[in-house]
């Protein structure tokens, strides 16, 4: 298909060139500048379409311009009767047959991504092995984002790392309404829709950086403020990553002492809904990696003002309609402060957002990440005994395995 | 209105045989529409297998159906062209509702 | 009442007139009234929506407020103003245009205009009671079951009551135009506004229902328990969704198709020439009501039905692209060799032409599925909507009604300040929604209250904001042109514009009979085939004879007001179900008079026609 | 003109659609119901895509029974029968005859909404299978509810019919109104037929 579309390469720098002079807003946000595979092919079908949608309005605003200063009444002229012509057939024919032409050529790459965005099935080396996947649960809730990595045992909330030149595989959950995870600059959206049935979705990053993700459905007061970030690293950077995230407890001590007292208030009053390490518990945010966030609650500048201010009240004006108005905690000024003095010791080690900005590209397989791969026969198209009874242990993982049955299942039809 | 009382009576005659005829028709179908119901009341007692009684059923029901539109309604007498281009569309998009709700309310 | 047209008495007994009217041009006067209220209403929804989008992280109004604003917006702007603006259209001249009296159910007619009002009323009155439904006009599940407070009861149970009343004012037009056509109109003699006008009561025939059940089941789920969309107890919030939209994608097309109509009146007219293709035009109407039912799932593509059902529906919307391409060169084909005067439903008419292609292309960009994860719910999807339906359907109003506004009223509107109209509008409409389409792509989902700083999307929308208050002024501008006009009341002869069809060739406004004598029909724009080839005149197509009249009646607006009473006895239960008894027993009531008490209409009587010529109907 | 279509005797062969008001109120009439046909098709839908979302509660298989499906389905099937009789006897212009058919197509409608009450009563109480009991059991109810809705309503407009014309017999303004009411008969019957072929037999099968 890229050859095919080679053709009209001259064309196309013609048009990307319009679309990029017209501005296409921030790298890190704009689907005009796609920094994923997802982005950049449809940014492809988009400039595909948009040429042959140029072509037809172009004609049509020939002919419209042409008619209209031709056969206007110029005034003082003489009122005559105009030929009543009843059709043409040749051309009604010409006007029938040649946009059925140009729509067939948008809808062959249409159908061929719709398939190829639908398919989970693992990348292959040049080889033709296959490759792990890193599959990551996502869960929307009002109004944040909670991510767990299968396998690795490693959650988090808000912002999630990925290796680049990797696909990474979502599983997408909601746990109340229906929300849509848009990472503009690296692929379409996808609905997060509530019980009974996951999205599967994949991403796949070109370039390391911050990429800022947006809820794109209603989901309540907030919709416009449930924004996270897709942070990708190098796959060096990534596995390091996940192992700095695998050691962290909500035992660790930190040093200072007002961050202890700290420590122990949130334990008191926070631990119930919020969690740090690898806890399933996702009432509220995960706080593993709180310290590194790019932004306080997805969407605020991360700093200690705005921290007292959301303990305080809750983020009852920061985000309306959050659920945390609801906790039930009661805290001085001084508690908060300790609190926010415990919580910005919460940063697990040296990848952080600014790895993906100014960090050193470190390759990797991220073979060290499943070293139980053999035994456990996790992709078992090879390994046709490879029993996903044995692997059951956890509800989520069964079901997600079924989805994707039933999706290949669909496919083959 | 009309003095001809003759050619009225004549008329009246022709109609009301014509009507026997037509209400003949509709005992029969009455008696067709009984069996198909026992047919697949039957075949879903007798427990016959799914693959097989689904269609079946479907197909008297759809049937049955047929019966009463043209029949009992009259569909198949002149003048209701419109009403059968208006319930052939209202099928049309009855399909489409029940077909996509029935199948890619998931997928 | 008398068999003679009723003399008019002051206020009160003219109110009582419009309260009891049958009279499908005085229900078109109804509808118009009803429809630019709220109209005027959505425009100020729509102008808090961008004043506070005019800056990035504007606190102007709150998140909630600003989602019931934004859902409010899209809801009265379907529902309540382009519906009833174009049934307003089609009540005024559809059964002009196929020569009838009158249409064929007078009752259900001004039936369906009170239960659309009433309904609409019943959606607004939530603003005072705790709050307007905050959920989107589309009240996606599980979200609207969520929702706090009544106010998507409010939504549900009022578009209930507005839906019913639209339905059957569909199914009125249909049986207009199928029974009561005038001799020597056959089909492929009917204007294509009657046309239009009838494939779209098709499709409201249809789509309605699904929106009826899709609402049953929403006010079942919040008010009585049932479990349709919530998935604890099985339930499954995609029905609404698809239910929503089976209803939902053929409404657009109800909206379009007779504006669609209305420029190919608009356009013959001024170019003076007949309509290139009428047949092809037909076609294409239909194929695309057709076509209509086969793709509301484009709305759905990020749902995640999978790439097969995705890929159908894509190829599907796709094809809708030809039919409507097949339109837009058939007008610059009438175009084309025309005469062309630019008088102002032409500008409005050559205005949408370039307006309605873009929001076709990107229809088109649109329905590739794969494509679309990228323009869903973004303001690339508002961008598009607004194109097509401001572009299409609102100019197409504004067309429709300054060209037949002498026919409904007898009087001319300014012509001047209809164009100033026309160029604030159209430029600030384009100001307001051209840079929306690269918004959306810059990455800024659409129903957001706040857009965040440093993400470059400030400029365009301040544009936008910009934009959206020349709209408004001209907006304004009409308003202004409408009450000059009406208060001067300079008076026009029966056909100002030198058009081609039978609703010109009767005085201007025309007698409550219509026709004196029904019109013969031989050709396609029967008037100019009379112009061309005689004196200009209809030929009568019976001799004349005594008219049958329907009888007014007060019973619709008490029905109708039976059920808004009710609505809200069922929406707050407890000791407000005696409210529901009531409502709901002034309903049944009222539907049992009227089957009880034999209702035959009255007759003009021949003699009693003016002596006098010149009321325009077939000298 | 108007106040002949008060009067009875003398009637065209089809009464029902000799008027203008008549053919409109006809061809109204079925355009409505293939409005119906899609507002059928919908909760038809709603019912199959949660046929099986039982969630805690009673399936299909625990609380259909097929005995009483089968008599109401007879019952109904009758009525549609009966009320082509009355329409027959409308055409050859015997009112009395009509009005008699019409009654019992009147009396199997009662008994069969009787028995759906019975059904219904049946199920809540034996089996807790009830509305709110589950998606599955809202689906039910409102779908057959519908139904049962549309037949009440039938039956009044029935009795409605006959109590105003009793005395005044047969004319070219109440015949639209007889006929069209039947119509509905039927319609309410053809909904009924995939009411059990789609709720009661699939969900046995």
């Known amino acids: 298909m890229k050859g095919w579309m080679s053709r009209f390469k001259a064309v196309f720098a013609l048009a990307v060139l319009a679309l990029i002079l017209s501005g296409c807003g921030e790298p890190f946000l704009s689907a005009l500048q796609p920094r994923g595979d997802g982005a950049e092919q449809i940014f492809q079908l988009m400039v595909l379409s948009v040429v042959i949608m140029l072509f037809v309005f172009v004609v049509v605003m020939i002919i419209y311009v042409f008619v209209v200063i031709k056969f206007r009444r110029k005034k003082g002229q003489e009122d005559f009767i105009p030929k009543q012509t009843e059709g043409n057939h040749a051309l009604e024919t010409l006007w029938t047959v040649i946009p059925i032409i140009l729509l067939l050529i948008l809808a062959v790459p249409t159908v061929q991504y719709s398939f190829e965005f639908a398919d989970v099935s693992p990348e292959t080396t040049a080889e033709g092995d296959e490759l792990d996947q890193i599959w990551i649960d996502v869960t929307g809730k009002q109004y944040w984002w909670h991510f767990e990595y299968q396998d690795l045992e490693v959650s988090t909330s808000q912002e999630i790392y990925i290796p680049t030149d990797r696909k990474v595989y979502l599983s997408m959950i909601s746990d109340d309404v229906i929300h849509s995870f848009w990472v503009p600059s690296i692929q379409g959206k996808m609905d997060v829709n509530p019980t009974g049935n996951r999205n599967e979705m994949h991403l796949h990053a070109q370039e390391e950086g911050v990429y800022w993700g947006k809820c794109a459905e209603l989901c309540g007061p907030s919709h416009s403020l449930m924004d996270f970030k897709v942070i990708a690293v190098s796959p060096g950077e990534f596995e390091q990553w996940v192992e700095e995230m695998q050691e962290v407890s909500e035992e660790d001590v930190p040093e200072s002492e007002t961050a202890q007292d700290g420590q122990e208030l949130f334990a008191d009053n926070c631990l119930a809904c919020h969690a740090v390490g690898s806890s399933p518990n996702k009432v509220g945010p995960n706080l593993t990696s709180f310290a590194d966030r790019v932004n306080l609650a997805g969407v605020f500048e991360m700093n200690e003002e705005n921290l007292f201010e959301w303990i305080d009240t809750k983020g009852e004006d920061m985000k309306p309609g959050n659920l945390m108005v609801d906790a039930p905690y009661d805290l001085n000024e001084e508690e908060i402060n300790n609190i926010i003095e415990y919580l910005m010791t919460l940063s697990p080690g040296e990848i952080n957002p600014d790895s993906a900005e100014n960090g050193v590209y470190q390759d990797s397989d991220l073979s060290g990440l499943f070293p139980e791969e053999e035994e456990e026969g996790e992709d078992s198209e090879e390994e046709e005994d490879g029993d996903s009874e044995d692997n059951g242990d956890e509800e989520e993982q069964e079901s997600e395995e079924d989805s994707e049955e039933d999706s290949e299942e669909n496919s083959d039809e | 209105m009309a003095n001809h009382s003759n050619i009225n009576d004549e008329k009246r005659e022709f109609y009301k045989s014509r009507n026997k005829q037509e209400m003949k028709m509709q005992v029969y179908t009455f008696v067709m529409m009984i069996a198909f119901t026992l047919v697949a009341f039957g075949l879903v007692l007798a427990e016959v297998d799914a693959m097989f009684t689904i269609p079946i059923i479907l197909v008297l029901a759809g049937v049955q159906v047929l019966f009463q539109l043209y029949y009992f309604m009259h569909m198949n007498t002149a003048g209701h062209e419109w009403p059968a281009a208006m319930i052939y569309s209202g099928i049309f998009a009855a399909a489409l509702t029940v077909l996509a709700l029935a199948t890619i309310v998931w997928w | ?619 | 003109m108007a106040d002949d279509m008060l009067k009875s005797g003398n009637l065209p062969e089809h009464p029902e659609r000799a008027t203008l008001e008549g053919s409109n109120k006809f061809m109204g009439f079925w355009f409505f119901l293939g409005g119906e046909t899609v507002l059928f098709a919908s909760l038809f839908g709603t019912f199959l895509a949660l046929r099986n979302s039982n969630a805690e509660g009673p399936a299909r298989e625990d609380v259909f029974g097929l005995g009483l499906v089968f008599i109401m389905t007879i019952i109904l099937l009758t009525s549609s029968l009966t009320s082509v009789y009355a329409m027959y006897h409308m055409r050859n212009h015997s009112f009395k005859k009509m009005q008699l058919w019409l009654g019992v197509t009147v009396a199997l409608g009662l008994a069969f909404l009787g028995f759906e009450i019975y059904e219904f009563v049946h199920y809540v109480h034996d089996y807790e299978f009830g509305f709110r009991t589950s998606a599955f059991g809202s689906a039910f109810y409102t779908l057959v509810g519908f139904h049962g809705a549309h037949v009440a309503f039938g039956l009044l407009w029935f009795i409605t019919l006959m109590i105003r014309n009793n005395k005044r017999g047969l004319n070219l303004y109440n015949a639209p109104k007889f006929y069209i009411a039947s119509l509905y008969w039927h319609f309410i019957d053809v909904v009924w037929v995939f009411i059990f072929t789609v709720v009661y037999l699939m969900g046995m099968v």
Do not use: C
């Open chain 3, 1 to 619: 009442m008398s068999t003679t047209a009723n003399n008019k008495a002051g206020f009160g007994s003219a109110l009582w007139d419009y309260l009891t009217t049958v009279d499908h041009k005085k229900i078109a006067i109804l509808y118009l009234v009803a429809g630019m209220f709220f109209f005027i209403l959505g425009g100020l929804q729509a102008m808090l929506i961008r004043i506070q989008l005019i800056s990035p992280d504007n606190e102007f109004i709150s998140a909630q407020f600003y989602n019931e604003v934004l859902t409010m917006h899209g809801t009265t702007m379907i529902f309540l103003a382009a519906m009833p603006l174009l049934f307003a259209l089609m009540n005024a001249v559809l059964p002009l245009q196929i020569g009838a009296r009158d249409v064929a159910f007078p009752f259900i007619n001004a039936l369906g205009f009170w239960l659309f009002f009433f309904g609409g009323i019943f959606l607004n009155v939530s603003w005072f009671t705790g709050g307007a439904p905050d959920v989107g006009w589309t009240a996606y599940a599980p979200l609207s079951l969520f929702s706090e407070g009544h106010g998507v009861d409010y939504y549900a149970i009022g578009l209930q009551i507005s839906g019913i009343g639209t339905l059957i004012g569909g199914i009125n037009f249909i049986v207009t135009v199928v029974n009561m056509r005038a001799p020597g109109m056959t089909y492929m003699r009917m204007p294509l506004f009657t046309w239009t006008a009838f494939i779209a009561s098709v499709l409201i025939l249809f789509a309605f229902p699904a929106l009826t059940v899709g609402l049953f089941l929403l006010t079942f789920d919040r008010l009585f328990g049932a479990h349709f969309f919530n998935p604890d107890m099985g339930g499954n919030v995609i029905i609404w969704e698809h239910l929503f939209w089976i209803f939902g994608h053929p409404e657009v097309y109800i909206l379009i198709l007779p504006a669609f109509g209305v420029f190919s009146e608009v356009i013959p007219t001024f170019a003076k020439k007949r309509l290139f293709g009428y047949s092809s035009m037909v076609f294409a109407t239909v194929l695309i009501a057709f076509l209509g039912f086969m793709v509301w799932a484009h709305h759905m593509f990020t749902v995640g039905l999978g790439p097969i059902a995705n890929s159908i529906f894509a190829v599907a919307t796709m094809a809708i692209a030809v039919p409507t391409g097949i339109k837009i060169f058939n007008w610059l084909f009438t175009l084309w060799g025309g005469s062309i005067r630019m008088t102002s439903p032409m500008v409005f008419a050559l205005g949408f032409i370039p307006t309605f292609t873009i929001g076709g292309m990107t229809g088109v960009m649109l329905a590739s599925s794969a494509a679309d994860y990228q323009y869903h719910d973004s303001y690339f999807v508002v961008a598009h909507f607004h194109y097509v339906i401001v572009g299409g359907v609102v100019l197409g109003i504004f067309a429709g009604l300054i060209y037949w506004w002498p026919k409904m009223f007898g009087t001319m509107l300014n012509e001047k300040l209809n164009h100033w109209f026309f160029w604030l509008f159209f430029f600030g409409f384009h100001l307001t929604f051209f840079f929306q389409h690269f918004l959306g792509l810059m990455g800024m989902p659409r129903r957001y209250w706040k857009f965040l700083p440093d993400q470059g999307l400030d400029l365009f929308n301040l544009i936008s904001t910009i934009g959206a208050f020349f709209m408004a002024i001209g907006t304004i501008v009409f308003l202004y042109n409408v009450v000059v006009t009406q208060m001067k009341n300079v008076k026009v002869g029966p056909d100002p514009w030198d058009a081609r069809t039978l609703e010109w060739a009767i005085a201007s406004p025309p007698p409550f009979y219509n026709f004196k004598q029904l019109p013969l029909v031989r050709g396609l724009d029967p008037l100019w085939i009379e112009k061309m080839e005689n004196n200009g005149r209809m030929q009568p197509a019976e001799p004349l004879g005594d008219v049958h009249m329907p009888n007014n009646s007060f019973v619709p607006f008490v029905m109708s007001l039976g059920l808004f009473i009710a609505g809200f006895g069922v929406m707050y239960q407890g000791g407000m179900w005696i409210l529901a008894g009531i409502g709901f027993a002034i309903t049944a009531g009222s539907l049992l008079y009227r089957s009880i008490k034999d209702d035959l209409g009255y007759h003009i009587h021949k003699e009693d026609f003016d002596k006098e010529e010149g009321d325009g109907s077939n000298g």
